[in-house]
């Protein structure tokens, strides 16, 4: 069973950036994807970020694509997302996602995933 957990989410003002980070339980060598999504009141989780973890293949969603990087710290098994250049429209709750096998989809969606996060709120005013 794994158990992931967000931190990181505040507030932040438009421009500015904010790093969350996805601290994964178990051993992340048995993470076969990892992903970021979000989600507003009303709307759809939306996939903001897929990792393939033994890989490293990583796509990002066009609405954050050259303004958010991820990055891995293995030893810590945890997965960073860093959020650049924020607009409102970026606000919302983050959840963490992670599945230990299945089928491969260039942008997996929110059904895939078998494993999440409680979540970690971004507001950017």
């Known amino acids: 069973h794994v158990q992931l957990v967000e931190s990181g989410g505040g507030s932040v003002q438009a421009g500015g950036s904010l790093s969350l980070s996805c601290s994964a339980s178990?051993?992340?060598?048995?993470?076969?994807?990892m992903g970021w999504f979000r989600q507003v009141p009303g709307k759809e989780r939306e996939g903001i970020v897929s990792?393939?973890?033994?890989?490293?293949?990583?796509r990002f969603a066009d609405s954050v694509k050259g303004r958010f990087t991820v990055s891995q710290d293995k030893a810590k098994n945890m997965i960073i997302l860093h959020m650049n250049s924020l607009t409102p429209a970026d606000s919302g709750m983050y959840y963490c996602?992670?599945?230990?096998?299945?089928?491969?989809?260039?942008?997996?969606?929110?059904?895939?995933?078998?494993?999440w996060g409680p979540g970690t709120q971004v507001t950017v005013s």
């Open positions: 178990g051993d992340f060598a048995d993470m076969y994807n």
């Open positions: 996602a992670a599945r230990t096998g299945g089928a491969w989809f260039p942008f997996p969606p929110a059904h895939a995933f078998d494993y």
């Open positions: 990792v393939y973890v033994s890989s490293g293949v990583t």
